[in-house]
T-cell receptor
């Protein structure tokens, strides 16, 4: 079956512009995560959605970052007024949650802010 | 919340040697501990996981051990090969619907031929 997909795969934008990144999780996965990974660095947790519960936004680095998820399907991560330090790969992952907590990662969106 | 520490940050071994990566966690309620491998330019993928009802799990050349009392778990790779070179991440979570995974900072493993 289809895995986690993300779009776009690459995004180049100018400083100050807004960007929207999309994640399509695996069907049936109730949990969805967004991570930021700078070059050569680890996985920086951004936000976590689990079913209909309020999302865990504790990892969002500033109020320029926001994310939404429609039910248990698509999620979008929006970065407003992008800065050069936002340049990174943004990874989305989904899982069944509960006893099946393995995360399946998407290919990521490489964001470059000029 | 949960805090996961991973050591070492970098590890270099000769082909054929063993490699060990260690993680500690803070929340005694965590009971699911996966390990992910991320090859250069690719996405992380699960390679092995362990739940708190067992102390060790093996899959060919890789094994994971868990010490719940000490709250640490380790990844063991035997007979390392150049294709084992990658970044390895440990994680901890509760296997409930509310269980959010917390990742370690990663270990860059280099296997020299």
């Amino acid at each position: 079956g289809a895995g986690v997909s993300q779009s776009p795969s690459n995004k180049v934008t100018e400083k100050g512009k807004d960007v929207e990144l999309r994640c399509d999780p695996i069907s049936g996965h109730t949990a969805l995560y967004w991570y930021r990974q700078r070059l050569g660095q680890g996985l920086e947790f951004l936000i976590y959605f689990q079913g209909n519960s309020a999302p865990d936004k504790s990892g969002l680095p500033s109020d320029r970052f926001s994310a939404e998820r429609t039910g248990e399907s698509v999620s979008t991560l929006t970065i407003q007024r992008t800065q050069q330090e936002d340049s990174a790969v943004y990874l989305c992952a989904s899982s069944f949650g509960g006893m099946r907590n393995e995360q399946f990662f998407g290919p990521g969106t490489r964001l470059t802010v000029l | 919340g949960e805090n996961v520490e991973q050591h070492p940050s970098t590890l270099s071994v000769q082909e054929g040697d063993s490699a060990v990566i260690k993680c500690t966690y803070s929340d005694s309620a965590s009971n699911y501990f996966p390990w992910y491998k991320q090859e250069l330019g690719k996405r992380p993928q699960l390679i092995i996981d362990i739940r708190s009802n067992v102390g060790e799990k093996k899959d060919q050349r890789i094994a994971v051990t868990l010490n719940k009392t000490a709250k640490h778990f380790s990844l063991h790779i035997t007979e390392t090969q150049p294709e084992d070179s990658a970044v390895y991440f440990c994680a901890a979570s509760m296997d409930t619907n509310a269980g959010k995974s917390t990742f370690g900072d990663g270990t860059t493993l280099t296997v020299k031929p």
